[in-house]
């Protein structure tokens, strides 16, 4: 007999909504049990048979997908938004599963999202003891050098938040801005900007572009593509067998860190693409740049 967990979570990992959204739901009375409509997001159960979304019959859970959006800047990642903004479901393709986004980006922050159609995945991406490193670019405004950056590989306090190790370098200059590369593993809200402007910089522009082993690569701005089975397959194996890597030390950095510790490369399927944004699009060579002009 599986293990009793509470009703978000079976509906979560069954791809239905977030738990936050289940728990959500639940006070809207749109799920009954054995149709009986549920009044408590802590209804104990072992398995979803006679559970009922909007009166239909919850199916049992398929093999968990996991698809890489480029996500474009001033979209929500939210499932709804009361104020009207635009969010990333109004721009994902309509032929897609039901899926969730594995964590979040800003509003003005654009680069990959991963979505899954897994709760339980969806949660062992999030969680910062998996240790996934994100890598960011960002341009910003102001002056920093790169001694300042390099100091952040012993992690920063700012305002009582402790933020860990980041991998930070500069790579060049254009006019009154500087590109700035940085990877970290915990995610914390906002961790990026908020680092950038302890530093003095105001940022303009951020881009994620790596999570784990998958990359932004080349992508269109709004595309989706899916990550094939096989790879999926491997890139969870490391989750599940594999303790959260271990911090940087010495001379190793995060990037070489990321790079003994995340091997699996993703090879995702052919890209679907959305209608098109007013924001211009990345055309990287490897990671993207800014103006959309390769690297020699």
């Known amino acids: 007999m599986a293990e009793p967990s509470r009703i978000a979570k079976l509906l979560a990992r069954a791809g239905i909504a977030s738990r936050r959204e289940i728990e959500r739901m639940i006070a809207e009375g749109r799920i009954a049990l054995d149709g009986k ?48 903004r635009q969010t990333i479901y109004d721009v994902l393709p309509k032929d897609l599963p039901r899926v969730m986004p594995v964590g979040r980006l800003d509003l003005n922050t654009e680069g990959l999202l991963l979505l899954t159609t897994d ?28 001694a300042q ?26 006019g009154a801005n500087v590109w700035i590369e940085m990877t970290l593993s915990e995610g914390k809200n906002r961790e990026v900007r908020v680092v950038l402007e302890h530093l003095g910089l105001s ?14 690569g080349g992508s269109a701005v709004g595309s989706v593509a899916e990550v094939d089975e096989n790879t999926l397959t491997k890139f969870k194996a490391t989750l599940a067998t594999t303790p959260k890597p271990r911090a940087p030390t010495g001379e190793t950095s995060i ?42």
Request: charged share 25%; glycine share 8%.
């Open 37 to 84: 409509v549920l009044d408590t997001p802590a209804t104990i159960l072992t398995s979803l048979k006679g559970v009922t979304v909007d009166g239909n019959p919850v199916k049992a859970a398929e093999a968990a997908r996991l698809f890489l959006f480029h996500k474009p800047s001033s979209v929500l990642t939210a499932e709804r938004d009361f104020s009207g």
């Open 119 to 146: 709760g339980g995945l969806k949660r062992q991406l999030e969680l910062p003891s998996s240790g996934i490193p994100r890598t960011y670019r960002a341009r910003a405004m102001g002056s920093v050098t790169q």
């Open 149 to 174: 950056l390099e100091d952040l590989i012993e992690g920063i306090t700012i305002d009582g938040v402790r933020y860990g190790q980041i991998d930070a370098n500069m790579e060049r200059r254009t």
């Open 203 to 216: 940022v303009n522009r951020l881009i994620r572009t790596a999570y784990g082993p998958f990359t932004l």
């Open 255 to 296: 990037r070489q860190h990321q790079r003994d510790n995340w091997r699996v490369k993703a090879k995702p399927a052919p890209r679907t693409a959305v209608k098109p944004t007013s924001r211009p699009t990345v055309k990287p060579t490897g990671r993207p740049r800014p103006g959309g002009k390769p690297r020699p």
